[in-house]
C-alpha cells in the first residue's frame, strides 16, 4: 500500500450505531488530519494531529471521537450520529504541520 | 476568519484550449497555498503548493501563482485535454494556527 489509505469506503449506519473510521499514511508523515466535506460546502477540517498529539478540534460534536495510536494510523469513532452527518469524510496527512497535504480516497458515510 | 472564494463555480471549454482558474481569499496573512483537483468521489490529489514567499509553481501543463497582496491565486491549465475535467480547489493556510481554508471548487469539464 502507498500513499494514504481509508477504510471502509463506504458506511451506512443508523443513528444508534456506533463504528469507526480507519486511516492508514505510508509516507513517514508526522501529522494527519479529518476532513468532512457535504455537498455545496467547502471542506471543513474537523481534527489535526501533529506528532499524535491533538492540536486542533474545530468545535467538532462529541459524537465524532478521534483517536490517534501513533503517527502512521488515524481513527474516527462514531456513535449516536445524525442524518446531517452524512458526508465524504477524508484523512489527510502532511511531513509537517504547514507542508502539503496528500489525501486519501474517503469514506462515503450516511446516516439513516 | 480567512474566506476562499472560486469563481466560476463551474468552466466548460473545449479540448486544446487554455484556461484559467482563480481562487481568492481575504487574509493575506497566509503560510501557503495548496491546489488540489478532485474526481467525483473520490479524495484530493494534490497538484501544486505555493509558498507565502513564491510567486508561482509549476508542474507539466500547470501554472499556478500567488498574488499574497491582493488576494489571489490562479491554476493555469495549457492544453487541456477531457482527462483534466475534475474538481479543482484552492485550500489556504494562514500564517499562524493550524487551520486550512479550502474554497468550494471549480468544476472543470473539457469537451473532446
Known amino acids: 500500500e502507498t500513499g494514504v489509505t481509508q477504510t471502509p469506503r463506504h458506511l451506512v449506519m443508523g443513528m444508534t450505531n456506533k463504528k469507526s473510521l480507519k486511516c492508514e499514511q505510508h509516507l513517514g508523515h508526522n501529522a494527519m488530519y479529518w476532513y468532512k466535506q457535504s455537498a455545496k460546502k467547502p471542506l471543513e477540517l474537523m481534527f489535526v494531529?501533529?506528532?499524535?498529539?491533538?492540536?486542533e478540534n474545530n468545535s467538532v460534536p462529541s459524537r465524532f471521537s478521534p483517536e490517534c495510536p501513533n503517527s502512521s494510523h488515524l481513527f474516527l469513532h462514531l456513535h449516536t450520529l445524525q442524518p446531517e452527518d452524512s458526508a465524504l469524510y477524508l484523512c489527510?496527512?502532511?511531513?509537517?504541520?504547514?507542508?502539503?497535504?496528500?489525501f486519501g480516497p474517503g469514506t462515503r458515510l450516511t446516516v439513516t | 476568519k480567512q474566506e476562499v472564494t472560486q469563481i466560476p463555480a463551474a468552466l466548460s471549454v473545449p479540448e486544446g484550449e487554455n484556461l484559467v482558474l482563480n481562487c481568492s481569499f481575504t487574509d493575506s496573512a497566509i503560510y501557503n497555498l495548496q491546489w488540489f483537483r478532485q474526481d467525483p468521489g473520490k479524495g484530493l490529489t494534490s497538484l501544486l503548493l505555493i509558498q507565502s514567499s513564491q510567486r508561482e509553481q509549476t508542474s507539466g501543463r500547470l501554472n499556478a501563482s500567488l498574488d499574497k497582496s491582493s488576494g489571489r491565486s490562479t491554476l493555469y491549465i495549457a492544453a487541456s485535454q477531457p482527462g483534466d475535467s475534475a474538481t479543482y480547489l484552492c485550500?489556504?493556510?494562514?500564517?499562524?494556527?493550524?487551520?486550512?481554508?479550502f474554497g468550494t471548487g471549480t468544476s472543470l469539464t473539457v469537451i473532446p
Open positions: 494531529y501533529s506528532l499524535e498529539e491533538r492540536v
Open positions: 485550500a489556504v493556510r494562514p500564517d499562524t494556527g493550524n487551520q486550512f481554508y
Open positions: 489527510a496527512s502532511s511531513q509537517g504541520r504547514g507542508d502539503e497535504q496528500y
